[in-house]
Nanobody
Framework: QVQAVESGGGLVQAGGSLNLSCVVIRSRFSIDSMGWYRQAPGKQREFVAAITRPGSPNYAGSVQGRFIISRANAENTVYLQMNSLKPEDTGVYYC???????????WGQGTQVTVSS
């Protein structure tokens, strides 16, 4: 069965950087858009960034200019480079991969990002 597996979370001081990655395994079909959401304690899950298969990115206003999303199609992998981190970036980060032919989003299990002030 298809799985999305994240890695790269951790604890960092404000102003620091972290890199997240997410690999989708056992997908028989081409992956269309990929991206990231996050959920802070007591809040709803929110959009962070997405990228189309050709490589067009889209960002939430709160991370624009600080985060960079990229992907490696041959490896079914999406990356999130997070710079100038703020305490409000703290949360569990979830990646997703959308397979259009199946009209299905595959979600990762989440990785914790904690930014201390």
């Amino acid at each position: 069965q298809v799985q999305a597996v994240e890695s790269g979370g951790g604890l960092v001081q404000a102003g620091g950087s972290l890199n997240l990655s997410c690999v989708v395994i056992r997908s028989r079909f081409s992956i269309d858009s990929m991206g990231w959401y996050r959920q802070a304690p007591g809040k709803q899950r929110e959009f962070v960034a997405a990228i189309t298969r050709p490589g067009s990115p889209n960002y939430a206003g709160s991370v624009q200019g600080r985060f960079i999303i990229s992907r490696a199609n041959a490896e079914n992998t999406v990356y999130l480079q997070m710079n100038s981190l703020k305490p409000e970036d703290t949360g569990v980060y979830y990646c997703y991969a959308y397979v259009r032919i199946q009209t299905t989003n595959y979600w990762g299990q989440g990785t914790q990002v904690t930014v201390s002030s």
